[in-house]
């Protein structure tokens, strides 16, 4: 698995997957995942396009620097990891945090997003949500990440899926066993302390913007998707029907379908074109 270290000295590790010769797609997961949460989008999404996703750090194999962690510099990782397999821009799928920390990339880094997914995630704070993550960071350091797990998969899954059970674990079995708690924490703490300014920057993005969540989501809301799409001009705001907020296990075919004929759509040469022609 390839790595590359950056300015602070962490480890930042990835994967690649996918066609050779196809765009690069960065992909950046939400809390605690790692590139193990996009098993159900590497062969829908990587048959056009070449898979670069990111272990955020704290996870995966990526280094367990320690905290507390912030989001503007977990968007710095990805652009090294962008650096480091060799692309000077990509189409960016982020998720939850993953979505916030893509929402970054998207202001700070303009030149470097060819597109912009961003998927159950939000662009404020709201107090019920900044409660729930406190509790959250509070029962992993008290009862550690398996009963964290149990206690919370309502917030993660829909219904049925709690039911049937195995969609939820192929993402939360790395969660539940393999991320230490204090990784799980600091990624807490980062998005607590992320600033409600960046909600303001988003009207600049100029980046052909999808907004992508599920209808049943009660940790990142409808209402979520629908206020990031209204700040960032021309984006497309899609709901999957029946979607909780790990859709892309739940959902995965929906998820991969609406996903994929958006990239599809922005990396057509009449598309291109449109871009280029003068108003």
Request: glycine content about 10%.
């Amino acid at each position: 698995m390839p790595s590359v270290v950056v300015a602070d000295g962490t480890k930042i590790s990835y994967a690649l997957d996918g066609r050779r010769d196809g765009e690069p797609l960065l992909m950046i997961h939400g809390l605690g995942a790692d590139t193990r949460g996009w098993i159900m989008q590497k062969r829908a999404l990587g048959s056009r396009y070449r898979l670069v996703m990111v272990d955020n750090r704290g996870v995966g194999r990526s280094d367990r620097a320690e905290g507390p962690y912030d989001l503007e510099v977990m968007a710095a990782d990805a652009i090294a990891v962008l650096d480091d397999a060799g692309y000077g821009s990509a189409h960016v799928v982020g998720a939850s945090m993953g979505g916030i920390i893509s929402q970054v990339i998207g202001v700070r880094h303009p030149d470097r997003v060819r597109s912009l997914t961003l998927a159950c995630t939000a662009c404020r704070h709201f107090s019920w949500r900044r409660e729930l993550l406190s509790e959250w960071a509070d029962q992993a350091q008290a009862y550690g990440m398996r009963e964290f797990v149990r206690r919370n998969l309502k917030w993660m899954v829909g219904p049925r899926s709690l039911q049937r059970t195995w969609p939820a674990m192929a993402v939360l079995g790395p969660l539940a066993f393999n991320v230490p708690v204090a990784s799980f924490v600091a990624q807490i703490q980062a998005i607590l302390n992320i600033e409600d300014t960046l909600r303001a920057e988003l009207t600049g993005v100029a980046a052909p913007t999808l907004v992508l969540c599920g209808s049943q989501d009660v940790l990142t809301t409808q209402g979520d998707s629908e206020e990031i799409a209204s700040l960032i001009p021309g984006s497309e705001l899609a709901v999957v029907r029946g979607g909780a907020h790990l859709f892309m296990v739940e959902q995965a075919g929906a998820f991969n379908r609406t996903v994929g004929d958006f990239l599809d759509r922005v990396t057509s040469p009449e598309h291109i074109l449109h871009l280029a022609t003068p108003v």
